[in-house]
Nanobody
Framework: QVQLDESGGGSVQPGGSLRLSCAAS????????MAWYRRAPGKQRELVAA???????NYADSVKGRFTVSRDNAKNTVYLQMNSLKPEDTAVYYC?????????WGQGTQVTVFS
């Protein structure tokens, strides 16, 4: 069992930055693929970024060059550094831990980008 606790959301003006953190409890954190998803109002949940246990990363085209996902296995934490934020980045951001068919989700943290 893995529990995920996101933090770092908030409100920011366009062009601003935020860093989301996701702290995981439980064992074997380093074995999980960790990812960030988001759900914007009226839209389906989408993958934002993912990072494997070995550090390989994958990003949605809409955030490439602006967002960076990283992980610290010693701290059981995954991060999402978000720069050059746009109003269309407004969403609830969810942390996900995946291993084979097992998925765990955090409760979500709100990110609002407004003029």
């Amino acid at each position: 069992q893995v529990q995920l606790d996101e933090s770092g959301g908030g409100s920011v003006q366009p062009g601003g930055s935020l860093r989301l953190s996701c702290a995981a409890s439980g064992s074997m954190f380093s074995f999980y693929v960790m990812a960030w998803y988001r759900r914007a109002p009226g839209k389906q949940r989408e993958l934002v970024a993912a990072i494997t246990s070995g550090g390989s990363t994958n990003y949605a085209d809409s955030v490439k060059g602006r967002f960076t996902v990283s992980r610290d296995n010693a701290k059981n934490t995954v991060y999402l550094q978000m720069n050059s934020l746009k109003p269309e980045d407004t969403a609830v951001y969810y942390c996900n831990a995946n291993r084979y068919t097992i998925n765990y989700w955090g409760q979500g943290t709100q990110v609002t980008v407004f003029s």
